[in-house]
């Protein structure tokens, strides 16, 4: 993006004297996209944070201190980031509802890519009718409204973590299909497709090893774009009731939760913090799979543009 | 051209056909029992005889099989008639019509909003391309497109509403105001909120295409030409670059309308604001079967209009686009 001088450097360095393999290659541009290196950090602290955390505390996510009742995040009492209306801490429940929110991000951007690709894959490659049907399955499930679409299918369904993934899955596989199958068509065209179909080998063996290897790329872009979209997607959801449930805490039921003392408790005071730390944790997670998904879009790129 | 459009309206009743019979199956799959809100709401004997129960079943047909239920309710909605709602008891369309005005407001207000603001930073950024401000931007934008949005409006809400005190929390009006001044002010103040929330989550992926789609042109050569020939600075972008980087945006903004409506569904139910996605969230979770799916059709309807709008407004403000002949 902002490495023009970076990447000249680095075509420099590709000389025939110093060879450079695509892997070293996409690394030396992952790396010097600063943005990119410093959001996948943030999101593996955040992984070993949410999975790991909690392993450093005796206490659970529905242990309540009924000593410290919407208190406000401070050392001294131990509740680092406050505690909530039973008196649960803020802190590890954000942890324990990461660990929800992530698994549906990234369980659901898997499924959803790779039956994306997959149908891409085929209809790009094959054509003809099953071009025609498949794309326009596409069309109707485009012009579907997702978002109270997903709210009655968790209704339908019931709210567990595996049917949201289950919902995100079969709303979201769209897009990715589109992309491969326009990159297929145009791939189908390529000399070494043609010639590997020429001396015989199979279309599967094709598809496969001739094709899948060259859409991988965008495949990867935008899984990790999906990634974001799927926990934004979860924690509206969880936000409007339907997803995760409590007692099990999500970051979008904090919120919801929150809400309720917007207006101020009791004793009259707003307890920010049950509001403001769980989106920050949302925003955090999908700002940062973003960032991600933007230097692997550049790195990745064999073509060496970068003006996006 | 004409052709053409004749077409593509034509290709999309079959798609509305099959989007209905999809909305209408998954709505009927919802829990819950259509005759159970009128029973609740009349408590008495007559009401939870087997007998009546039974007789109601028949008359809504909800005994026969889904597939003649949904033509049923095409036949009826075809000629007009929506049904009743079970929690308003008054019928569909009249809700329909009384709610749309409010979401119209809520959504142009941020539709304008968005364009003020996204289109200037856009241009300006395309224009001082890897620059501070530049740079700037493209970390905002990302900023914009990671936050959530509910979570942002229940921020500005404690922010603005709790501890400043400057906005209303929620809600569209307050009671007992008069003074057409006085209403329209507290009109305003009620607006200010939600118009922003919505408006500036969609600044952030709006100035990302007006710059790339700026950025492309300008890298054109009849762009080059124009500044060789020393046309000045302004004229160039202005008068040459941005007609044709339009042409993409146009388009995008377009296919957005529907994003608005659906948006707005969190939106306004943070803020109580009575429009079509409070009234289809409510409808859902309160399983009024007819609101849910009249709701839902008329999104759709949204959806593909505007989806075919994009394409039109494509075809008829890029020249290099010939449609009919082969090229």
């Known amino acids: ?308 | 051209m004409k052709q053409y459009f004749l077409k593509r309206f034509l290709e999309l009743i079959p798609v509305f056909f099959l989007i209905s019979f999809i909305i209408f199956m998954l709505i009927n799959l919802m829990p819950g029992d259509p005759l159970l809100q009128m029973r609740m709401d009349n408590p008495r004997a007559v009401m939870n005889d087997p007998q009546r129960i039974q007789a109601l079943r028949e008359y809504y047909h909800l005994d026969d099989p889904l597939i003649v239920r949904y033509f049923i309710w095409l036949k009826s909605a075809l000629t007009g008639d929506f049904g009743y709602s079970s929690m308003y008891k008054v019928p569909v369309w009249d809700l329909i019509a009384n709610r749309l005005p409010n979401t119209l407001i809520l959504t142009i207000g941020a539709w304008i909003l968005g364009l003020i603001i996204a289109l200037p930073i856009g241009i300006y950024s395309a224009v001082k391309k890897y620059s501070f401000f530049d740079y700037s931007t493209t970390v905002m934008a990302f900023i914009g497109i990671s936050l959530p949005s509910f979570w942002f409006a229940l921020v500005s809400i404690i922010l603005f509403s709790v501890t400043l005190k400057w906005l209303p929390v929620s809600g569209m009006e307050t009671y007992g105001i008069t003074g057409s001044w006085n209403i329209f002010w507290d009109r305003l103040k009620h607006l200010i909120l939600p118009v922003c929330v919505l408006g500036l989550v969609q600044v952030a992926s709006w100035v990302r295409y007006i710059r790339t789609s700026l950025l492309e042109v300008l890298d054109q050569d009849y762009v080059r030409t124009a500044y060789a020939k020393g046309v000045p600075d302004k004229k160039v972008i202005f008068k040459h670059a941005l007609k044709n980087a339009m042409i993409p945006i146009v388009t995008i903004i377009a296919l957005d309308i529907p994003y608005f409506f659906g948006g707005a569904l969190i939106i306004e139910s943070i803020f109580s604001w009575p429009g079509m996605g409070r009234l289809m969230y409510q409808a859902v979770i309160g399983s009024d079967y007819n609101l849910a799916i009249s709701c839902l059709m008329f999104l759709t309807v949204i959806t593909l209009i505007s989806n075919l709008a994009a394409d039109l407004i494509y075809v008829l403000i890029d020249p290099r686009i010939r449609v009919g002949k082969k090229a």
């Open chain 1, 1 to 308: 993006m902002f490495y023009k001088n970076k990447v000249k450097e680095i075509e420099e360095k590709a000389s025939p004297i110093n060879i450079l393999t695509y892997r070293k290659l996409v690394w030396m541009k992952f790396k010097s996209h600063k943005l990119a290196l410093i959001g996948s950090i943030i999101l593996v602290a955040l992984i070993i944070f949410c999975f790991f955390g909690p392993l450093f505390t005796t206490k659970s996510y529905e242990d309540m201190d009924f000593s410290a009742i919407f208190s406000p995040p401070s050392i001294s009492s131990g509740h680092l980031l406050g505690t909530d209306e039973l008196g649960h801490d803020v802190l590890i429940r954000i942890m324990y509802g990461g660990r929800i929110s992530l698994i549906v991000g990234f369980l659901s951007a898997l499924l959803t890519t790779v039956i994306g690709t997959i149908v891409g894959l085929l209809s790009g490659f094959y054509g003809g009718i099953v071009d025609r049907f498949l794309m326009r399955f596409v069309d109707i499930m485009l012009s579907i409204p997702m978002f109270p679409i997903l709210l009655i299918l968790t209704m339908v369904f019931g709210s567990g973590l595996m049917n949201i993934v289950m919902v995100l899955t079969v709303f979201g596989w769209m897009s990715i299909s589109r992309l491969v199958r326009g990159l297929t068509l145009s791939l189908k065209e390529s000399e070494y497709v043609i010639s590997a179909k020429a001396v015989g080998v199979k279309n599967m063996e094709i598809i496969l090893k001739h094709i899948f290897p060259n859409v991988l790329p965008i495949v990867i872009v935008s899984a990790t774009l999906n990634v974001s979209y799927a926990i934004l997607s979860e924690s509206s959801l969880s936000y409007l009731g339907l997803g995760i449930q409590p007692p099990m805490p999500s970051w979008g039921n904090m919120l919801q939760k929150s809400m309720n003392y917007i207006l101020g408790t009791v004793s009259g005071t707003t307890p920010w913090w049950l509001t403001f730390f769980p989106g920050l944790f949302i925003f955090l997670a999908v700002l940062n799979v973003n960032f991600l998904g933007d230097g692997l879009r550049d790195a990745l790129d064999p073509k060496f543009t970068s003006n996006s």
